[in-house]
């Protein structure tokens, strides 16, 4: 049925064309700027201890105390899992387009007021700062479900894998430029207020300047969401959401006319039975019956990743003097800690995040989600196992072999689950509650990412080596779960997007499968 009604047709079977590039593009800003605001705090962590929690009884560097550090680093992911679930739930109720412009508005804002959190007191500083980094994430969570919904509306069957995956590596863009941004400044800060290290002398070791350096970097977040702004209003709204929710045949042909450069015919009639045959709620049986296991696939993989994903940094404090990119917090001052910290950041995002994003962007449309997505949970569990079963001879004998498995396990992260499992839920499910569903599954992955940023890591704080090689050996295992739970969900390469939801009038796999099941246990009881 789908295939009949023009405007669906037109768009699964266009050609890619500028308009497809300029989409990436916006959508992927969004996602640019998603990541530098997340990320960046962890740049600037170190130096708020020390400017705001200097003891001079104590004699060392001043440290965020461990409840505000996990609060100062994890209050945007509650903002985001927030946001995703409130967002996704309007992208399906107000349209895509309307409730895209609010995530960035609110991202600019926040972004802005981080940076300028008021007072003195570290109370206050913090304070401000906790409450305008969690409606900065609200903000972030926004953007994750419509910019994939977004994407894949748009797209045509062929790339549509790719491009959704585009828009989704602009977070590894977004990852090496909080660092690189840190870095720079502080570097150009150091050069023009250089100070002794911690060792030589306590107080002078943290410039008062430095005050300033975190707030920059934190403002200039709101900058690419500002700039991208004015493209995100001139996108017209989806032409299956104005089409198949709206029911809008004739706005839908069109918008996307102009958009494709096409002359389409609108399909009132046929659109009106189309809609009829699709209406139906989330918490309804049939919904259960037709995409039940698709949402249970999407929500525990993408849970299962975000643990092992936000605690791959347990390894950190090894690796990064392993590679020579950090001294001990004593021996350098202020500025020049938070250059080591970025520049560590920045390198291990470029050679280990980075490309991973970019080869699922190349090979999703060859290899296909499925198989990405099991080949990445394998691949990070083999490398954790081996991590945490050889961690200390690799820590003193072999340091390059060490970083390079650290590298590893974060290539297959991106080249893997971390990207198949934010494309496949804006694939799998129905339009009426296409950006509902990503939600859900994307909330589920920040549930585990405060697993991994605040039951996993707290637990190896002290950082002995016995905790970090138990932690690791768990990970191992959550990423094989992970290969379980992947079976749940399908193969979506080549197929138009009403095709694997079923709502062209076919079935999708999971009513195949329920409807076989049924039929062998009948002909089982007709034979008993």
């Keep these: 049925m789908s295939n009949n009604i023009a405007v669906l047709h037109a768009l699964d079977t266009a050609k890619t ?6 989409a990436i593009v916006i959508a992927g800003m969004g996602f640019f700027t998603d990541a530098y605001d997340l990320f960046c705090i962890s740049t600037v962590s170190k130096l708020l201890g020390r400017l705001y929690y200097y003891d001079p009884v104590k004699g060392h560097p001043g440290k965020l105390p461990v409840p505000v550090n996990n609060f100062v680093i994890g209050v945007a992911l509650v903002g985001t899992l927030t946001g995703q ?8 109720k107000l349209g895509r387009k309307k409730v895209y412009g609010i995530t960035l508005i609110l991202m600019v804002i926040c972004a802005i007021c981080s940076g300028l959190s008021f007072g003195s007191s570290a109370k206050s500083v913090i304070g401000t700062l906790c409450f305008f980094r969690f409606w900065l994430g609200f903000g972030i969570g926004g953007d994750y479900p419509l910019s994939a919904t977004i994407m894949s509306e748009y797209a045509n069957k062929k790339t549509r894998g790719a491009f959704i995956a585009a828009v989704f590596a602009m977070q590894g863009v977004g ?6 941004v840190s870095m720079t400044l502080s570097s150009i800060f150091l050069s023009k207020y250089p100070a002794p290290s911690f060792k030589e002398d306590q107080v ?14 934190l403002m200039l977040g ?3 969401a500002l700039l991208t702004y004015y493209w995100r209003m001139k996108m017209p709204e989806t032409g299956r959401y104005t089409a198949i929710i709206e029911g809008n045949a004739k706005q839908a042909a069109i918008d996307m006319g102009r958009v494709l450069d096409i002359e389409i015919q609108a399909d009132s009639d046929k659109l009106s039975q189309f809609k009829s045959s699709n209406d139906y709620s989330l918490l309804s049986k049939e919904f259960f019956r037709r995409h039940g296991f698709h949402l249970i696939g999407t929500t525990t993989t993408w849970f299962l990743l975000d643990i092992a994903f936000y605690s791959q940094n347990l390894t950190q404090k090894d690796i990064f003097p392993a590679m020579g990119l950090v001294n001990k917090a004593d021996a350098v001052n202020a500025l020049r800690e938070m250059f080591e910290t970025s520049r560590a950041m920045f390198v291990v995002a470029l050679l280990g995040t980075f490309p991973g994003y970019w080869f699922t962007v190349f090979f999703i449309e060859k290899i296909g989600r499925f198989r990405i997505q099991l080949i990445g949970f394998l691949m990070m569990s083999v490398f954790m196992l081996i991590l945490s079963v050889k961690y200390t001879y690799l820590k003193t004998n072999n ?5 390079t498995l650290y590298a590893l396990t974060f290539f297959f992260a991106n080249f893997g689950p971390n990207s198949t499992t934010f494309v496949l839920p804006a694939e799998l499910f129905p339009t009426r509650l296409r950006s509902t569903c990503h939600a859900i ?4 992955g920040k549930a585990g990412a405060m697993v991994g940023a605040f039951v996993v890591q707290s637990y190896t704080l002290d950082g002995t080596t016995k905790e970090i090689k138990k932690a690791l050996m768990v ?3 959550t990423n094989m779960l992970g290969f379980c739970f992947t079976f749940l969900v399908t193969e979506t390469k080549g197929r138009s997007l009403e095709e694997i939801s079923g709502e062209d009038g076919g079935q999708n796999e999971t009513q195949m499968t329920s409807e076989s099941q049924m039929t062998r246990q009948e002909s089982h009881r007709e034979t008993i």
């Design 204 to 217: 002078f070791s943290t410039q008062p300047e430095a005050d300033y350096i975190w707030r920059i970097v």
């Design 17 to 22: 064309q500028w308009y497809h590039v300029t």
């Design 222 to 224: 709101a900058l690419p």
């Design 85 to 92: 679930l409130v967002f996704g739930w309007l992208g399906d």
């Design 441 to 444: 599954s994307a909330a589920s």
């Design 475 to 477: 990970l191992a295992f």
């Design 175 to 180: 990852i090496v430029f909080a660092g690189l």
């Design 399 to 403: 340091k390059f072999l060490f970083a």
